[in-house]
Antibody, heavy 119, light 106 residues
Framework: EVQLVESGGGPVHPGESLRLSCAAS????????MHWVRQAPGKGLEWLSR????????NFVDSVKGRFSVSRDNARNTLYLQMFSLGVEDTAVYFC????????????WGPGTKVTVSS | SYELTQSPSVSVSPGQTATITCSGDKLGDKYVWWYQQKPGQSPVLVISHSDKRPSGISQRFSGSSSGNTATLTISGTQAMDEADYYCQAWDGGTGLFGTGTQVTVL
């Protein structure tokens, strides 16, 4: 079964860091661009980042540029999102998704992992 | 910065047509994707590349795009179609989602 499963979410204090993981299975992970999308409570979807199949091309939305980094380990079929200097505005469910090309369909999504930033 | 704007809500009677619009500068020059999200669930792709229906998606869903507006149409709306719908496009290397439209089937 083609599957993405996020992990690593939880409660953190403002200013802290957190690393999220996205484990892929059921498909050739290295063939796909991977993306992070988040959704704040009661709000809409926000695209955060994408990384190409070999990790050499990475893009971020301006709101997280310089605070978040993304990487992947194709040998472990895992995508990562490293988040620094977290603020209350980063409280959200974080989803990973995939696309076959740099502007393709987000055809498979994980269930999401919840990050809560609170003092 | 580029923005995609959707009307916050649409109400439709069962069996009728729901029309959801997404507006952005020269949006018709870009490809648009549409995602359906039900409460507590992950989004599901319902329209690809402005007007392509992915495998497994009901023929009730159709998409079009022209000028500054992309449109998702749900024909013969059913109760199961009640959800939030988001348009999505690319502005260079940045992905964008629309503000979302809540579809209520009354």
């Amino acid at each position: 079964e083609v599957q993405l499963v996020e992990s690593g979410g939880g409660p953190v204090h403002p200013g802290e860091s957190l690393r999220l993981s996205c484990a892929a299975s059921g498909f050739i992970f290295g063939d796909y661009w991977m993306h992070w999308v988040r959704q704040a409570p009661g709000k809409g979807l926000e695209w955060l980042s994408r990384i190409n199949s070999d990790g050499t091309t990475i893009n971020f939305v301006d709101s997280v540029k310089g605070r978040f980094s993304v990487s992947r380990d194709n040998a472990r079929n895992t995508l990562y999102l490293q988040m620094f200097s977290l603020g209350v505005e980063d409280t959200a469910v974080y989803f990973c998704t995939r696309s076959v090309s740099f502007q393709g369909d987000f055809d498979i999504w994980g269930p999401g992992t919840k990050v809560t930033v609170s003092s | 910065s580029y923005e995609l704007t959707q009307s916050p809500s649409v109400s439709v009677s069962p069996g009728q047509t729901a029309t959801i619009t997404c507006s952005g500068d020269k949006l018709g020059d870009k490809y648009v994707w549409w995602y359906q999200q039900k409460p507590g669930q992950s989004p599901v792709l319902v329209i690809s590349h402005s007007d392509k229906r992915p495998s497994g998606i009901s023929q009730r869903f159709s998409g079009s795009s022209s000028g500054n507006t992309a449109t998702l149409t749900i024909s013969g709306t059913q109760a199961m179609d009640e959800a939030d719908y988001y348009c999505q496009a690319w502005d260079g290397g940045t992905g964008l989602f629309g503000t979302g439209t809540q579809v209520t089937v009354l």
